[in-house]
């Protein structure tokens, strides 16, 4: 029940008009931004940070939450109209969701994707709410060594288990860790990997990183394969769900829940896996109930199932990032970056050191959650015709606001320059084949790792032991042996005939 | 996944991609060999930059040996994306010397000129011809966005030489 009364506390400092009108702008912006195609959550949230430049941190926080739920949000409205997910996490909800908008169905599944979204994102921020507090006072008790671990094994799991090519995601991983190592080294304080650049020694903020391997880089790979002929985009009415849909839809959604918290929760990196087995059950569960021949013609569970997967994977990333100051995808990178220019340090000492600030914006969350029901679903059609935005200044505006957002936080045209270069990193990423999230997480997670490393070192002189004086981190280790070897023994015992069949239509 | 569909395919500029990763893992090595190991500092700053120096060396390797034996990337698919057709440098190289006038000329002539310029710059190298309309819409966002962070924000963006007028 204190849980609960928490949460209250939350809602009273997050509910004032002026804060209800943030998370309003937030939920507008974020959907406005998201929906544009080859705009991804997480490139949304780096576009639109330097807006709450300006904002106190409660402020700032309820309008991110709005900002992020909006963004994923018009991410999957634009894999249902146009079947062109902006990311691996809406691609199952691309499958069924676009056959039935060609159905004629459009408004009925840009209603289940959103009521789905609002109730798995309702549960999961509940569930992260009622986690935290047991979480993060075991979570003080965690060493250096431990930390060390736990990171080990988020960069293991996100490199190794999603992707089609390990290589590429530890090519990802190590250009994110090369990137992490510039700047002043945090112990010694000289210099490493600037160049002798004075600009270079705060380190490269995670923004123009971010934004130019997001944005520049995606304008830069598609202008150079840009698609000459128009897409059709599906005209929406206002979205609605009928009796029958509703009753098709609910079961769906809480088996989403259920399967898409644990894995935004565990170190393991996204919604892909989560909606993956959302959509996989679904269909099994359908041919259970001889309607497996609807299935791949615009089946209604295939959408929402993955979308409340998808969201409620969103919520779960919440426990590591707010318990240990961990992100685990490219999004919570980008939050965790914000946090830090408001001076909130995420991590154990948060719940304690500044508890308000947690529940406001769970609280936050949860209103971002509701406006978004409210405000996306009668607006559906508007944001239907942003899709028809002609490309070149669509993606021309990209460029300018990717620009606008990396020059006004130092007010430095070498940030520009910068910007320009990981632009350049991006485009060869695409062009590689190499993943973007281990790319972000080794930035983020490097000079993380380097800290915890030598604090565990230092406290035992130097001796390799060090790092594994305590239970959790010889726990963590085990299980980084078990996420390298399983899939190799799994992959040699049988193929995975199942998943060919599947992972091809995806392909296509 | 494709080379039992197509066995000769190869994409050798993947031997270029390895080349640059291991010059930067040289040197990311090479550049830690200055720094200073404090007495009592049992880690130092030089471990992590030479493990990653040399975890990027291995990786190229890995890259040529796996690129040899006929292994090719997918390339990132998209909404706007056609991969069917060659990649179109002209474009791409007017968008960068776009972008390099902007961060050049930011500081002198001001981010409401040189923004509007950016967009409709951008827009006409990716084959708009409206440029009229596009520099009316450039310098709308502009002008928009410095008024926005000045008054809004309170971040004044480089006004160059509209110092005093905006």
């Known amino acids: 029940m204190e849980t609960f009364d928490l949460l209250m506390g939350g809602f009273a400092a997050a509910l004032t008009w002026e804060n209800l009108a943030f998370a309003s702008i937030g939920v507008l912006l974020g959907t406005l931004v998201g929906v544009l195609p080859g705009i991804g959550p997480a490139m949304a949230l780096a576009l639109l940070l330097p807006v709450t430049y300006g904002l106190d941190a409660t402020q700032a926080l309820i309008m991110f939450a709005g900002i992020y739920y909006g963004g994923m949000y018009g991410g999957s409205t634009t894999s249902i109209l146009l079947n062109t997910p902006g990311e691996s996490a809406s691609v199952m909800t691309a499958i069924e969701g676009n056959k039935m908008a060609k159905g004629g169905r459009a408004a009925q599944a840009l209603a289940t994707a959103a009521i789905g979204s609002f109730i798995a994102g309702t549960i999961g921020t509940l569930l992260v709410a009622f986690f935290m507090p047991t979480l993060a006072e075991q979570a003080v008790k965690i060493g250096a060594p431990s930390y060390f671990a736990i990171m080990m094994l988020a960069m293991v799991l996100v490199t190794s288990v999603l992707g089609s090519s390990k290589l590429r995601g530890f090519i990802g991983l190590f250009i994110g860790l090369t990137v992490g190592l510039v700047g002043l080294d945090q112990s010694t304080g000289q210099a490493r990997l600037t160049a002798g650049a004075l600009e270079l020694a705060d380190g490269i903020d995670i923004v123009v990183v971010a934004v130019g391997v997001f944005a520049i880089g995606e304008a830069l790979w598609t202008a150079a394969h840009l698609r000459r002929r128009p897409l059709d985009v599906i005209p929406v009415g206002r979205p609605f769900l009928g009796r029958e849909d509703w009753g098709r839809s609910w079961a769906p959604w809480l088996r989403g829940t259920a399967l898409g918290f644990p894995f935004g929760a565990l170190p393991a990196g996204g919604a892909e896996t989560p909606t993956f087995l959302s959509y996989i059950t679904e269909r099994k569960l359908a041919a259970r109930k001889g309607r497996s021949d609807e299935f791949g013609h615009g089946a209604i569970e295939g959408v929402a199932g993955p979308e409340a997967a998808n969201n409620a994977s969103a919520a779960g990333m919440f426990v590591p990032l707010l318990a240990l100051g961990l992100p685990v995808t490219a999004t919570a990178s980008i939050l965790l970056a914000a946090m830090q220019k408001y001076g909130i340090v995420a991590g154990p000492t948060l719940m304690t050191d500044q508890s308000d600030l947690i529940w406001t914006l769970l609280a936050s969350l949860l209103i971002g959650n509701t406006l978004l029901l409210v405000i996306n679903l009668p607006l559906a059609p508007v944001w239907a015709k942003l899709l028809r935005i002609p490309r070149p200044q669509l993606y021309a505006g990209i460029l300018f606001f990717a620009s606008l957002g990396a020059y006004s936080v130092n007010r430095n045209a070498f940030d520009l320059a910068l910007l320009l270069v990981f632009g350049g990193v991006g485009f060869a990423i695409r062009r590689f084949g190499i993943p973007v999230l281990p790319l972000i997480l080794g930035v983020i997670l490097g000079p993380l790792m380097e800290v915890k490393l030598r604090e565990a070192l230092d406290v035992s002189g130097g001796d390799v032991s060090g790092l594994f004086n305590e239970a959790i981190a010889i726990f963590v280790y085990v299980l980084v042996v078990l996420a390298v070897i399983v899939p190799i023994v799994l992959a040699r015992l049988k193929p995975p005939a199942e998943l060919v069949p599947e992972m091809q239509e995806v392909d296509r | ?166």
């Not at chain 2, 990311?28 to 992590?48: E, K, S, Y």
């Not at chain 2, 390099?100 to 190298?125: K, P, Q, R």
């Open chain 2, 1 to 166: 996944m494709d080379t039992a569909v197509r066995p000769r395919q190869s994409d050798r500029a993947q031997y270029g991609l390895a080349l640059a990763l291991a010059l930067v893992g040289l040197y990311t090595a090479f550049d830690a060999r200055g720094l200073t190991v404090g007495f009592g500092d049992p880690v130092g700053p030089r471990v992590f930059p030479y493990v990653i120096g040399a975890g990027m060396i291995l990786l190229a390797v890995l890259l040529v040996i796996a690129a040899a034996r006929g292994d090719v990337p997918e390339a990132e698919a998209g909404e706007d994306v056609d991969l069917t057709t060659p990649p179109d440098w002209i474009t791409v190289v007017k968008l960068v010397a776009i972008m390099v006038l902007n961060l050049l000329l930011v500081n002198v002539l001001g981010w409401a000129i040189t923004g509007a310029f950016l967009f409709a710059g951008a827009a006409w190298a990716l084959g708009s011809r409206t440029v009229l309309r596009d520099l009316l819409v450039g310098i709308v966002l502009s002008v928009g966005s410095w008024y926005f962070f000045y008054s809004g924000l309170g971040v004044p963006l480089s006004p160059g030489i509209l110092d005093g007028i905006l």
